[in-house]
C-alpha cells in the first residue's frame, strides 16, 4: 500500500533547478497526524546509503544537510498533506532518488521515489 508518493524529478542541467513534492495518504495519516510529525526529504544515489538531506519541524523550522545548506528549500502544506523540496543551483553530486518521510522514518512508507539526474 503506497502511503507517499514522491513526484517532480527528472534530468535537469547544473545550475539548474528542480522542485519536488510529496503527497502523503490521507487515509493513513490524516491532516492533524500529519501536522505533528517532523517531515524529510532523502535521497539516495548509487552506491551510496540513503541520507537525510532536509527536514521540517511541526512549527516550520528547517535543518539541512551540509551539502544543501542554501541550495534547497523544505516546506510543508498541512491542509494538502504535501511537502516540498526546492532545489537550486543543483550539482552533479545531487543526482539520485529523492524520498520523503518522516522524521525518523518509518520503513513501511517509504515510496517509490522520484528521480533527479544533474548533468549536462
Known amino acids: 500500500q503506497v502511503q507517499l508518493v514522491e513526484s517532480g524529478g527528472g534530468l535537469v542541467h547544473p545550475g539548474g533547478s528542480q522542485r519536488l513534492s510529496c503527497a502523503a495518504s490521507r487515509n493513513i495519516f490524516g491532516i492533524t497526524v500529519f501536522s505533528i510529525k517532523d517531515l524529510g526529504w532523502y535521497r539516495q544515489a548509487p552506491g551510496n546509503q540513503r541520507e537525510l538531506v532536509a527536514a521540517i519541524s511541526p512549527d516550520g523550522s528547517t535543518n539541512y544537510t551540509d551539502s544543501v545548506k542554501g541550495r534547497f528549500t523544505i516546506s510543508r502544506d498541512n491542509a494538502k498533506t504535501m511537502v516540498y523540496l526546492q532545489m537550486n543551483n543543483l550539482k552533479p553530486e545531487d543526482t539520485a532518488v529523492y524520498y520523503c518521510?518522516?522524521?525518523?522514518?518509518?520503513?513501511?512508507?517509504w515510496g517509490q521515489g522520484t528521480q533527479v539526474t544533474v548533468s549536462s
Open positions: 518521510n518522516p522524521v525518523p522514518y518509518t520503513a513501511r512508507y
